[in-house]
């Protein structure tokens, strides 16, 4: 798997990859099973299928029960989640061309073929 260090909310995808790999699905797991294919792109496969059928319903339903506002809540957090997909797609992309002027033929990601 990708290194996650120094990516934004990379704590937060770790938690939420631990709870899966558990079978738990936490608010931090279901707020991260949208974003699979993503994911699945960078090297990163989803633990613990099936993963629940509407998982931003059930993510939404936990924030609101916890009170306070949650449509603010929920789209601070999918803001947060673009901003570690667009860093860790980055992250990647700057690998594979970095393999690739390296000549490195065996260099592999989930990104090939994209």
């Given amino acids: 798997m990708i290194d996650l260090d120094g990516l934004p909310v990379a704590d937060r995808v770790r938690q939420a990859l631990r709870d899966m790999e558990h079978g738990k699905w936490s608010k931090e797991a279901l707020w991260l099973v949208p974003a699979a294919p993503r994911l699945r792109w960078s ?16 993510f939404y339903e936990i924030l609101r029960a916890e009170g306070g506002d949650p449509y603010s809540r929920y789209n601070a957090w999918r803001a947060e989640l673009e901003s570690f997909l667009s860093a860790l797609e980055g992250r990647v ?3 594979e ?3 690739a002027r390296a000549g490195s033929s065996t260099f592999h990601s989930g ?4």
Avoid: F
């Avoid at 090297?43 to 059930?58: F, M, Q, V, Y």
């Avoid at 990104?111 to 994209?114: E, L, N, S, W």
């Fill in 97 to 99: 061309a970095t393999a």
């Fill in 43 to 58: 090297g990163i496969e989803l633990p613990g299928r099936p993963h629940p059928p509407e998982p931003e319903l059930a």
């Fill in 111 to 114: 990104a090939a073929g994209r």
């Fill in 93 to 95: 992309r700057r690998r």
